[in-house]
């Protein structure tokens, strides 16, 4: 996330950088309007999201989380049941479109409807260049070998889900495949003998939410190693509160955003930041020495991701030996203007000004796949 100049990338056959140039930008810097400015910024990796949903935008609109997301009598699950597998597949293909023109080059879905669910995402997404995982859900214990082989990893809805009987199971199947295991977590409520149950399990990789956390949550999700995923402006949609960014940011915890449902919000990643960005200045009344940088903001949707997912040997950010996975800002936009802006200021201007109007190209594996 160092801002460079006069970036040079050279890109093998297989999509990967061979070698990249760069020289070291001036403290001040020139935006006029007659030069031919582009920032090159990693894809960003969306961590959270559920694709399926995408055909039903605001059919929940004003409605409370239970009555939406619940299965099997929540509205998405009802919609789901009825909409015709042509319906549920375009709506995964325009959502995909929607990801790469925002410059997500990467996403992470929960997969509702088990096997189904799974082959209709990869039958959906054959033709696209935009990098996903698949984490799957099994509806009985008989389908936990075969949701395995075919997904990337085990998207629990709660962590409720797992018992006696299917623990040491996933335990074995997850150490055979090397595969993630996350879930849902104290997104409304906070059940104090399942959140102890989930710590003491250790079959978590990543949780996402955590938006009821209390810090001595948070200290043990840290000291375990398990991934945290925030969605704010899903929670907010939800009237659920705020996720508990101040006590995240004191004990420097690593965290990567995502969009959640489709059918409730924009996949906007540059909207997830700066929405978290005012709910941190909201709430960070008493000390101001704590900060949230834009820099950081930057991290959560591409490096922090990466890592998050074991991926970051590949993307999240553009360095040698990696995906020249990447989009391209215009920087004579008229909204990035500026009379004059130093160099220590850039990510400011990139996070708080970026629109969706200013990604003009973006490129995975070092092919152009999209282009406003």
């Known amino acids: 996330m160092e801002l460079k100049e006069n970036i040079n990338m050279e890109v093998d056959d297989n999509g990967i950088i061979s070698k990249i140039s760069y020289k070291e930008p001036k403290k001040e810097l020139d935006f006029s309007q007659n030069k031919n400015n582009y920032i090159a910024i990693p894809g960003f990796i969306n961590s959270h999201t559920h694709i399926g949903d995408n055909f039903a935008k605001e059919m929940g609109y004003n409605r409370e989380l239970k009555q939406i997301v619940s299965a099997p009598i929540g509205l998405k699950h009802r919609l789901l049941e009825r909409a015709s597998k042509e319906t549920k597949t375009l709506g995964i293909q325009y959502a995909a479109n929607e990801m790469l023109s925002n410059g997500i080059t990467f996403f992470m879905d929960f997969r509702e409807r088990s096997i189904d669910g799974i082959n209709l995402l990869k039958e959906a997404l054959i033709e696209s260049p935009i990098n996903y995982q698949i984490f799957g859900r099994f509806e009985s214990e008989e389908e936990i070998r075969d949701v395995f082989q075919l997904a990337n990893g085990i998207g629990l809805s709660n962590y409720n889900r797992i018992n006696s009987s299917n623990l040491d199971r996933l335990k074995k199947l997850k150490e055979k495949n090397e595969k993630l295991i996350c879930t849902h977590c104290a997104e409304k409520e906070r059940e104090e003998k399942l959140i102890q149950k989930l710590f003491s399990d250790k079959l978590i990789d990543v949780i996402i939410h955590g938006t009821q956390f209390t810090v001595e949550d948070l200290l043990t999700l840290k000291l375990n190693n398990i991934g945290l995923v925030l969605c704010p402006i899903n929670n907010s949609y939800f009237g659920l509160g705020f996720p508990p960014i101040l006590e995240i940011i004191k004990l420097e915890i690593p965290i990567s955003l995502g969009t959640d449902n489709f059918m409730t919000n924009a996949p ?74 130093e160099s220590s200021l850039f990510h400011p201007l990139i996070v708080q000004r970026t629109k969706a109007e200013n990604i003009k190209k973006v490129y995975i594996k070092g092919n152009q796949v999209f282009k406003r």
Request: hydrophobic share 45%; no cysteine.
């Open 268 to 341: 906007d990643l540059f909207g997830e930041m700066r929405y978290l960005f005012y709910i941190f200045k909201a709430l960070n009344k008493e000390n101001k020495e704590l900060t949230l940088s834009a820099k950081d903001l930057l991290k959560m949707v591409t490096i922090n991701a990466a890592k998050t997912f074991k991926l970051d040997d590949k993307v999240g950010s553009l360095e040698q030996g990696k995906f020249a996975d990447l989009f391209m800002v215009d920087l004579n936009d008229i909204n990035f203007y500026s009379a004059e802006i």
